[in-house]
């Protein structure tokens, strides 16, 4: 697992949309440039897996978003896995260590306890 940066904007679209074909062909799908934005945006944290073997594709990826105006607050902005890899639990180790590097004050205001 590791932090995703812009320069991964190009592997996270084409891996949106892999995993949301009927997302990826409407109007609403975030262009390359918008998901390189998102992934440089301090307030947000971006991790991603990739296999283990040669060439490294990245197979899921998480996005979580402290909000700067009230920062007790987060949200799942992305969370997606490729087609053939689910259920097996990529998802929410995404989410758990996420969870881990958010803000105290965040996870306090949720209840987390974090061991």
Known sequence: MSELGPAAAGELTALSDAAYPLTAAGAGDPTRAQVAAELADPDVISLGVREPA??????????????????????????VVEPGRGRRGLGGLLLRAAEHRLPAQVRQAAGLVLG
């Open 54 to 79: 040669p060439g490294r594709q990245l197979v899921a990826a998480a996005s979580v978003r402290v909000d700067p105006d009230n920062p007790g607050v987060a949200d799942v902005a992305r969370l």
